[in-house]
């Protein structure tokens, strides 16, 4: 079957860096995406993955090993709107690409 | 603006009645998905479909019902086959379902027993 794993709280101040892990395991793979959802809110896509290495968008960054079946997702200079939960998810090529998510990691931004 | 509306925000059913959440989107996205949400949980996807007139089970299907007559619209119906629908549901979309596009989601429809 699949199934990812994360962090479920992660807790940091504001100005730090915070890194939420994911590991993964897939029938196939094609893809670690991250996802933002505050509370009650819509997910909202972040970033992609499909290589192995590091994506970076502003603060944000992604990372992945595919060896590892591993990736995380890096915030900077943490702002108190950064705290909502933060889900890691794959597509898998053997479920004809649709996306299964990670549980979530509640992200705590303290001042 | 494009987007994926999501309708009602909150909704209420009672025992043994069968309700069903709309989800609308302009994006001309060819996917579109139905996922439910329980609190302090991921995302577990329910329904599916690639086009028209064309779905498919998730992994949770049971007690549920779709229908996409048309690109634009992806209802659910959530049967009172579902013995515990009290959940969170989010609509999503994307530009095909094998690629490597984004999902874009609804704000979701809150779903209680009376």
């Known amino acids: 079957g699949q199934s990812l794993e994360q962090p479920s709280e992660v807790t940091a101040v504001e100005g730090a860096i915070v890194q939420i892990n994911c590991t993964y395991q897939?029938?196939?793979?094609?893809?670690l995406s991250w996802y933002q959802q505050h509370d009650g809110g819509a997910p909202t896509f972040l970033s992609y993955?499909?290589?192995?290495g590091l994506e970076e968008t502003g603060r944000f960054s992604s990372f992945l090993s595919r060896s590892d079946s591993y990736g995380y997702l890096l915030l900077q200079e943490l702002q108190m709107k950064d705290s909502a939960s933060y889900f890691c998810a794959v597509r898998d090529r053997g479920n004809t690409g649709k996306l299964i998510f990670g549980q979530g990691t509640t992200l705590q931004v303290k001042p | 603006d494009g987007g994926i509306t999501q309708s009602p925000k909150y909704l209420f059913r009672k025992e043994g009645q069968n309700v069903t959440l709309s989800c609308e989107q302009n994006?001309?996205?060819?996917?579109m998905y139905w996922y439910r949400q329980d609190p302090g949980q991921g995302l577990r996807l329910i329904y599916y479909?690639?086009?028209?007139?064309?779905?498919q089970k998730g992994d949770i299907a049971e007690g549920y019902s779709v229908s996409r007559e048309k690109k634009e619209s992806f209802p659910l119906t959530v049967t009172s086959a579902q013995k515990n629908p009290t959940a969170f549901y989010l609509c999503?979309?994307?530009?095909?379902?094998?690629?490597?596009?984004?999902?874009?989601f609804g704000d979701g429809t809150r779903l209680s027993i009376l």
């Open positions: 999503a979309s994307s530009i095909l379902i094998q690629s490597n596009q984004p999902q874009h």
């Open positions: 993955n499909a290589l192995d």
């Open positions: 994006l001309n996205h060819d996917a």
């Open positions: 479909s690639q086009i028209v007139n064309d779905f």
């Open positions: 897939t029938s196939g793979f094609y893809g």
